[in-house]
């Protein structure tokens, strides 16, 4: 079998909800769910708030040694995925036409916020986890498939960054979090970095929590976080809070 199942696979979750399903094409399906089995993502996977697949590509090479890859025309360093072998394991999938394919690689369109939301709009998602030097092109532009980044670094494989996104878009999903306003404060949801968090106990090691979150004042706590998450977003991300601005500057202007 090419397919390997966790404990929860069905259409539909015990909200009467369809199950978001998250498929992993990868060479090492074991490594799943991993710590998606675990919190508020493993939680929600034994609730069936979502399932989880994985198809194994080496299921689909084409002879006694399951060869997936070969060396690069053109030579250089590594091994590259081949096209026929990723496009069967693919083909395997009955739901692929239905939902995005998205390979995960150091080249592709950096991940953000907004397109986490749009896949929990999705069904579910297919992930393709690239080995080696990576994927043959062929198979990517025949499929459409698309290419997201987790960012400016290198990963030993993909898996690592489908568990990311997977996780990432779970805790989106109907029914995962308890708290709506948890997510909606976040890091992200409004443009800016989130705000420094605190709890007990008041003082520890001589420093103490800011008084305005003591006085209960709920506008002047507000106040007071926007203006560290402006501040924290302009030290920390200046893209951002170009960004940010340009989006503020836009909305006064329309008055």
């Keep these: 079998m090419a397919e390997h199942l966790p404990k929860i696979s069905t259409e539909n979750n015990v909200s009467g909800n369809q199950t978001w399903e998250a498929t992993v094409i990868t060479l ?3 490594m799943f769910p991993g710590s998606l089995g675990f919190s508020l993502a493993g939680r929600a996977l034994k609730e069936g708030l979502w399932s989880l697949k994985t198809v194994d ?5 084409q002879d006694k040694q399951q060869t997936v ?3 690069p025309f053109g030579g250089g360093p590594g091994m590259v995925m081949r096209a026929d072998v990723i496009d069967a ?7 692929a036409v239905n939902l995005p394919i998205i390979y995960l690689t150091p080249r592709g369109k950096p991940l953000n916020q907004v397109r986490v939301k749009e896949l929990t709009k999705e069904a579910g998602i297919i992930l393709l986890c690239g080995r080696y030097e990576g994927v043959d092109d062929r198979v990517i532009d025949a499929r459409g498939i698309e290419e997201v980044s987790l960012g400016d670094f290198i990963l030993s494989g993909g898996e690592p960054a489908a568990v990311a996104l997977i996780d990432a878009c779970i805790r989106l999903l109907p029914g995962v979090m308890g708290n709506k306003l948890a997510s909606i404060e976040e890091s992200f949801e409004d443009g800016l970095l989130e705000y420094p968090h605190y709890t007990r106990p008041r003082e520890w090691d001589g420093r103490e929590v800011p008084e305005i979150l003591l006085s209960g004042h709920h506008d002047e706590v507000r106040a007071w976080r926007k203006i560290q998450a402006e501040k924290i977003t302009q030290e920390r991300r200046p893209d951002l809070w170009d960004k940010y601005n340009f989006g ?3 909305k006064f202007n329309k008055h």
């Design 89 to 95: 394991a693919i083909s395997s999938l009955d739901k």
């Design 69 to 71: 890859d070969g060396t």
């Design 248 to 250: 503020c500057d836009s």
């Design 28 to 30: 090492f399906p074991e």
């Design 57 to 61: 590509i080496r299921s689909f090479a």
